[in-house]
């Protein structure tokens, strides 16, 4: 689950993601969203496969979109 309690709260967690799908979710978050980013990288590391990269400013919804 990527984002912090002002993206994702809590009861939502707990009840409509942990209770309705019975599994144990992970937050993954920082103190903002440029955190966060370090933190998914840090999380999924080993996942991220490939020769290139991609660069969002992350001041404007579309910009992260487009690379994600």
Known sequence: MIGGEGVISESVRKFKIEKCL??????????DRYLTSV????????????????????KDFPDALSIS
């Open 39 to 58: 933190a998914v990288n840090k999380v999924f590391r080993n996942s991220f496969r490939g020769n290139s990269i991609c660069i969002a400013t992350g």
């Open 22 to 31: 019975g599994v144990q979710a992970q937050r993954v978050a920082g103190a």
